[in-house]
T-cell receptor, first 112, second 112 residues
Framework: KQEVTQIPAALSVPEGENLVLNCSFT??????LQWFRQDPGKGLTSLLL?????REQTSGRLNASLDKSSGRSTLYIAASQPGDSATYLC???????????FGQGTELSVKP | NAGVTQTPKFQVLKTGQSMTLQCAQD?????MYWYRQDPGMGLRLIYY???????DKGEVPNGYNVSRLNKREFSLRLESAAPSQTSVYFC???????????FGSGTRLTVV
């Protein structure tokens, strides 16, 4: 059974820092991996989608990497801003079963 | 704006009452999904519909029924609400795993 783990559960950093959020998964037979952002009381906004054949994807200050063989992905946020404060969720789409399976998220707080 | 629309946004039910959560997407996506999000449990799949006319159980289907009314609409019904069904419910859609998922803004349901 696929399990997705995100570490740390919560992170607080001063504005301007570069930071890395981690996501690990137990079954490497994934189709792709998606990073989402969730603001308090809101829905999920897709940030980056990495296919299993890709190593990384970039969007603005965000860079996501994928190492399928080791079951790991990282989300790198450059020059963090208070507006980046949110919960970040990673989810993998399994080859078997065809479902998106989520980690429990990292709650990020960026202090001015 | 194109996307996934959920109604209602908030609902309070008494134990034993029934209700239907509505979801509609205007992106011509084939697949639609219902998730629930609970503190400490993350997002868990309730039911999904891979294509119009098909539905399948997810991880936590007990106490719920679904209807894929047409390609655009996928509803979730609680026949006899229980306090354990207090949660935030998210609908999502996808045109295929390769393109990732798009989520609605959620329905906050409280059962008293």
């Amino acid at each position: 059974k696929q399990e997705v783990t995100q570490i740390p559960a919560a992170l607080s950093v001063p504005e301007g820092e570069n930071l890395v959020l981690n996501c690990s998964f137990t079954d490497s037979a994934i189709y792709n991996l998606q990073w989402f952002r969730q603001d308090p009381g809101k829905g999920l906004t897709s940030l980056l989608l990495i296919q299993s054949s890709q190593r990384e994807q970039t969007s603005g200050r965000l860079n996501a990497s994928l190492d399928k063989s080791s079951g790991r992905s990282t989300l790198y946020i450059a020059a963090s801003q208070p507006g980046d404060s949110a919960t970040y969720l990673c989810a993998v789409f399994n080859n078997q079963g065809g479902k998106l399976i989520f980690g429990q998220g990292t709650e990020l707080s960026v202090k001015p | 704006n194109a996307g996934v629309t959920q109604t209602p946004k908030f609902q309070v039910l008494k134990t034993g009452q029934s209700m239907t959560l509505q979801c509609a997407q205007d992106m011509n996506h084939n697949s639609m999904y219902w998730y629930r999000q609970d503190p400490g449990m993350g997002l868990r799949l309730i039911y999904y519909s891979a294509s119009e006319g098909t539905t399948d159980k997810g991880e936590v289907p007990n106490g719920y029924n679904v209807s894929r009314l047409n390609k655009r609409e996928f509803s979730l019904r609680l026949e006899s609400a229980a306090p354990s069904q207090t949660s935030v419910y998210f609908c999502a859609s996808s045109t295929g795993a390769y393109y990732g998922y798009t989520f609605g803004s959620g329905t906050r349901l409280t059962v008293v």
